[in-house]
C-alpha cells in the first residue's frame, strides 16, 4: 500500500490502496488541495510536486514532462503531480511558486 508524505504540509501521510493511481489523484482523493490549472492534462507545470525521497517508486517521465525538463521548467527532482503514477513510497513537498495562499505551510 504506496504512501505519499508531504513533508510541508506538516509531514502529512496519505495511503492508497492501489499502486495504478498518479499522485495527484491520491492527494485529491485525501481532500488535500493542490494546483492543476491545466486539468490534470499534464499541460502546465502548476501541479509541480518535489520529490524528496522515492523517486525509483514513480513510474518514468511522460513525454509532458520530459518536454517541460527540455525547457528547464521541470527539474530533475521534480515531476508533475498529475502524470506521475506511485508504485511505493515517496516523500515529496509543494513547490514554493505553487502553494496556495489559503493553506497553511510548515515551511
Keep these: 500500500m504506496p504512501e505519499i508524505e508531504i513533508s510541508n504540509l506538516y509531514n502529512r501521510k496519505i495511503n492508497t490502496n492501489s499502486t ?3 499522485a495527484l489523484e491520491i492527494i485529491h482523493e485525501n481532500f488535500i488541495d493542490w494546483m492543476h490549472a491545466c ?7 502548476t501541479c509541480k510536486m518535489i520529490i524528496e525521497e522515492g523517486m525509483e517508486n514513480l513510474a ?3 513525454q509532458s514532462e520530459e518536454r517541460f ?6 527539474g530533475e527532482k ?7 503514477v506511485v508504485f511505493g513510497d515517496i ?4 513547490a514554493n511558486k505553487n ?4 493553506m497553511e505551510y510548515s515551511d
Design 91 to 94: 516523500k515529496i513537498k509543494v
Design 60 to 62: 518514468p517521465v511522460t
Design 78 to 84: 521534480e515531476r508533475l503531480a498529475c502524470q506521475a
Design 99 to 102: 502553494k496556495f495562499p489559503h
Design 39 to 45: 486539468g490534470k492534462k499534464g499541460r502546465c507545470t
Design 20 to 22: 495504478e493511481k498518479r
Design 69 to 74: 525538463r527540455n525547457q528547464k521548467r521541470l
